[in-house]
């Protein structure tokens, strides 16, 4: 369970973007005052227009930001308060694929195997059906910078499900993947969401919200605009199509 | 510290894979010295041989003959026919080495027991020329001192008032340390900055270029470990590079002959545990401390080649305070050991000189440790903020 609760994320500005932006404050909030809960078992996703706020949000939900004010619960632990163990319950997983090109497949899962503190045989066991359910043991052998983007971003998978999180952040994570590529993560979140586990995603892509989503949540300028079940958002499309009931959603809140 | 290691046995094995890395911290360093002491023995030395068997060119003019009679051997060729007005041009387009212009009255002031004139023209930065003849003139004057000497039925201590005979002190060990002792630790510096500066740019900037420093902070493990492993894998490449730098000496040793006796003992006592150990318990805190401040400004890029640019100059200023310690009168005092590079440098002279003093020898060694905490606190500092570890 993610819970957000009256989130803010100020960035400072310096001379130099204050010029640019052509505004005499000192800080520009990315994120203003949201909140909502994601819940386990459903799949929850975040919508926006470019430079909306989705990765400020989701890089407060897995600690890598700070928030400004108000606070993060991911599954009853705080960001705040506790980061570290808030870490330990989370996956993060995004479109690049963010590997070392020198290590292979085996060798980078088994250091974010040991940097979440796992056992030895616990590893083992993960390691093993992972590489089997995501066909990584035909090339885990080879180092990251021989294999296709295919092949990385399912080693992307095995890096971020290793330690089985409870939580699944997915940010973008199809963005700029061929279609067999993005189809390997659609499946993950569906077995995540299978698993009972917590998933938020970012996304674009309508039709893929549409395949995934049990709820969702339409931020603009870092403001929470829309905040329902898919079911109530496709009620409200009243025939329009999906894409076109974002749109007048953000349009209504400019 | 389990964390630590496990970051620092990753980095290791992605470092030890990057080729950029391999060169400048180890085959860089492997080569430096061989090609150093192979560049300062034989290269000299068959430069030296060049110079002194090569035939001179010389003009003389109004030259008594008991001087043109010193030229005439095979190492010599005497000029006819050039003219005084055009000497420059005749030395510079190479048609002579050098002319030596008596004056008028030479013989008569040399018969009348007076100093006889002469003029030597010639291009100092044309090795050996000057010296090559001063040697005849020598000669030529030996000759005279002789002849004077029965003639005035002296005897030759009259002319020379005072017996001097030099004590020098100072043990050949001590001579050349001090004449290479500045050299050899400028070397172990530079190579340690440059063998820290490939693994902080790629462990650094380039985890943030690649966005895995980013994947990286969703870890339970504190930045503080992940910062310090990799400091310390910066570090000990480091001194992977002066471990090299060593090992390319001893097999200079091994395998280049020609090498001056002198020298090869100044060498052999380098490669001592002693000095081995003095030398590491500085250059540890050296490199850690070049790692700190690496990781502190290269965080600071958002991209390789930005970060590049950033550490390009600090080498410079890595540099100046090194060669500082290669200038002559510039020792180890209670002030230049609290000066960072300058204080490693001067404490190596010493060390090599045989003439260190512990107590000073501590002070560098603390400061260093002191600068070392420094700049790994500072690098924390910039790792700390969120705006410097994300792209």
Redesign the interface.
Same mark, same amino acid.
């Given at each position: 369970m993610i819970n957000v609760e009256n989130i803010t994320k100020q960035y400072a500005l310096s001379k130099k973007q204050r010029k640019e932006l052509q505004t005499n404050s000192t800080s520009v909030a990315a994120v203003n005052n949201v909140s909502f809960i994601c819940k386990p078992g459903r799949v929850f996703s975040l919508l926006g227009p470019n430079g909306a706020g989705k990765t400020s949000l989701l890089r407060m939900v897995s600690t890598i930001l700070k928030p400004s004010s108000g606070d993060i619960k991911v599954d009853g632990v705080s960001v705040i308060d506790n980061p570290q163990e808030v870490r330990r319950k989370i996956g993060f997983l995004t479109g690049s694929t963010n590997l070392y090109d020198r290590l292979t497949p085996g060798e980078i899962v088994k250091y974010f195997a040991d940097l979440h503190g796992m056992e030895r045989s616990l590893f083992n066991e993960r390691k093993e059906n992972l590489f089997e359910q995501l066909n990584i043991n035909e090339f885990s052998k080879k180092r990251i910078g021989q294999l296709s983007t295919g092949m990385k971003q399912k080693v992307s998978i095995a890096r971020s499900m290793i330690h089985d999180p409870s939580v699944v952040i997915f940010d973008e994570p199809t963005s700029g993947l061929d279609v067999i590529t993005a189809n390997s993560i659609i499946e993950l979140i569906r077995q995540c969401k299978k698993d009972g586990k917590t998933v938020i995603f970012s996304s674009h892509i309508m039709s893929e919200v549409d395949l995934l989503c049990d709820d969702l949540a339409i931020i603009a300028k870092g403001n929470l605009i829309y905040n329902d079940t898919m079911d109530a958002y496709r009620k409200q499309s009243e025939g329009k199509s999906l894409t076109e009931a974002f749109i007048n959603i953000v349009n209504q809140n400019n | 510290m389990?964390?630590i290691f $496990?970051?620092i046995k990753?980095e290791l $094995?992605?470092t030890l894979?990057?080729r950029k890395t391999l060169i400048s911290a180890i085959l860089l360093p492997a080569l430096a010295m061989p090609l150093i002491i192979l560049g300062v023995t034989k290269l000299q030395k068959n430069l030296m041989d060049k110079e002194q068997s090569k035939q001179l060119k010389v003009a003389l003019i109004g030259a008594p003959e008991n001087i043109v009679s010193q030229f005439n051997d095979s190492t010599f060729l005497v000029v006819d026919n050039v003219v005084l007005a055009g000497v420059n041009d005749s030395i510079e387009n190479g048609s002579i080495d050098a002319l030596l212009e008596f004056d008028t009255d030479f013989n008569e002031k040399i018969s009348t027991l007076s100093s006889g004139g002469l003029k030597l023209y010639y291009k100092s930065t044309n090795l050996l020329v000057e010296k090559r003849i001063r040697e005849k003139l020598d000669n030529y004057k030996a000759v005279v001192m002789n002849d004077r000497i029965k003639q005035l039925n002296i005897s030759s201590e009259t002319l020379e008032p005072l017996s001097v005979v030099k004590i020098d002190i100072a043990s050949s060990k001590e001579q050349i340390g001090k004449m290479i002792g500045g050299f050899i630790p400028y070397i172990f510096i530079i190579l340690c900055f440059t063998g820290c500066m490939y693994p902080a740019l790629d462990l650094i900037t380039g985890e943030k270029e690649?966005?895995?420093l980013?994947?990286? !902070?969703?870890?339970?493990?504190?930045r503080f470990k992940i910062l310090i492993g990799k400091t310390i894998t910066i570090a000990l490449v480091g001194i992977a590079a002066a471990i090299m730098a060593i090992a390319g000496m001893f097999l200079s040793l091994k395998f280049i002959d020609d090498i001056p006796q002198d020298f090869l003992n100044v060498i052999n006592d380098l490669l001592g545990l002693k000095f081995i150990l003095m030398l590491f318990a500085m250059l540890i805190p050296l490199s850690i401390f070049f790692a700190g401040l690496l990781s502190a400004i290269v965080v600071r890029a958002s991209s390789f080649k930005e970060a590049q640019s950033y550490v390009t100059p600090l080498t410079f200023v890595i540099i100046i305070p090194a060669m500082i310690a290669l200038m002559p009168g510039v020792e180890l005092t209670w002030q230049t050991a609290w000066i960072p590079i300058l204080n490693i440098a001067l404490a190596t002279k010493e060390i090599i000189a045989g003439t260190i003093q512990l107590s000073q020898y501590l002070v560098v060694v603390g400061s260093l440790i002191l600068l070392a905490v420094m700049a790994v606190f500072f690098s924390l500092k910039q790792f700390s903020k969120?705006?410097m570890v !994300?792209k």
């Amino acid at each position: 369970m993610i819970n957000v609760e009256n989130i803010t994320k100020q960035y400072a500005l310096s001379k130099k973007q204050r010029k640019e932006l052509q505004t005499n404050s000192t800080s520009v909030a990315a994120v203003n005052n949201v909140s909502f809960i994601c819940k386990p078992g459903r799949v929850f996703s975040l919508l926006g227009p470019n430079g909306a706020g989705k990765t400020s949000l989701l890089r407060m939900v897995s600690t890598i930001l700070k928030p400004s004010s108000g606070d993060i619960k991911v599954d009853g632990v705080s960001v705040i308060d506790n980061p570290q163990e808030v870490r330990r319950k989370i996956g993060f997983l995004t479109g690049s694929t963010n590997l070392y090109d020198r290590l292979t497949p085996g060798e980078i899962v088994k250091y974010f195997a040991d940097l979440h503190g796992m056992e030895r045989s616990l590893f083992n066991e993960r390691k093993e059906n992972l590489f089997e359910q995501l066909n990584i043991n035909e090339f885990s052998k080879k180092r990251i910078g021989q294999l296709s983007t295919g092949m990385k971003q399912k080693v992307s998978i095995a890096r971020s499900m290793i330690h089985d999180p409870s939580v699944v952040i997915f940010d973008e994570p199809t963005s700029g993947l061929d279609v067999i590529t993005a189809n390997s993560i659609i499946e993950l979140i569906r077995q995540c969401k299978k698993d009972g586990k917590t998933v938020i995603f970012s996304s674009h892509i309508m039709s893929e919200v549409d395949l995934l989503c049990d709820d969702l949540a339409i931020i603009a300028k870092g403001n929470l605009i829309y905040n329902d079940t898919m079911d109530a958002y496709r009620k409200q499309s009243e025939g329009k199509s999906l894409t076109e009931a974002f749109i007048n959603i953000v349009n209504q809140n400019n | 510290m389990k964390t630590i290691f $496990t970051v620092i046995k990753k980095e290791l $094995t992605d470092t030890l894979r990057d080729r950029k890395t391999l060169i400048s911290a180890i085959l860089l360093p492997a080569l430096a010295m061989p090609l150093i002491i192979l560049g300062v023995t034989k290269l000299q030395k068959n430069l030296m041989d060049k110079e002194q068997s090569k035939q001179l060119k010389v003009a003389l003019i109004g030259a008594p003959e008991n001087i043109v009679s010193q030229f005439n051997d095979s190492t010599f060729l005497v000029v006819d026919n050039v003219v005084l007005a055009g000497v420059n041009d005749s030395i510079e387009n190479g048609s002579i080495d050098a002319l030596l212009e008596f004056d008028t009255d030479f013989n008569e002031k040399i018969s009348t027991l007076s100093s006889g004139g002469l003029k030597l023209y010639y291009k100092s930065t044309n090795l050996l020329v000057e010296k090559r003849i001063r040697e005849k003139l020598d000669n030529y004057k030996a000759v005279v001192m002789n002849d004077r000497i029965k003639q005035l039925n002296i005897s030759s201590e009259t002319l020379e008032p005072l017996s001097v005979v030099k004590i020098d002190i100072a043990s050949s060990k001590e001579q050349i340390g001090k004449m290479i002792g500045g050299f050899i630790p400028y070397i172990f510096i530079i190579l340690c900055f440059t063998g820290c500066m490939y693994p902080a740019l790629d462990l650094i900037t380039g985890e943030k270029e690649r966005g895995t420093l980013e994947t990286l !902070l969703t870890v339970p493990a504190s930045r503080f470990k992940i910062l310090i492993g990799k400091t310390i894998t910066i570090a000990l490449v480091g001194i992977a590079a002066a471990i090299m730098a060593i090992a390319g000496m001893f097999l200079s040793l091994k395998f280049i002959d020609d090498i001056p006796q002198d020298f090869l003992n100044v060498i052999n006592d380098l490669l001592g545990l002693k000095f081995i150990l003095m030398l590491f318990a500085m250059l540890i805190p050296l490199s850690i401390f070049f790692a700190g401040l690496l990781s502190a400004i290269v965080v600071r890029a958002s991209s390789f080649k930005e970060a590049q640019s950033y550490v390009t100059p600090l080498t410079f200023v890595i540099i100046i305070p090194a060669m500082i310690a290669l200038m002559p009168g510039v020792e180890l005092t209670w002030q230049t050991a609290w000066i960072p590079i300058l204080n490693i440098a001067l404490a190596t002279k010493e060390i090599i000189a045989g003439t260190i003093q512990l107590s000073q020898y501590l002070v560098v060694v603390g400061s260093l440790i002191l600068l070392a905490v420094m700049a790994v606190f500072f690098s924390l500092k910039q790792f700390s903020k969120e705006t410097m570890v !994300l792209k």
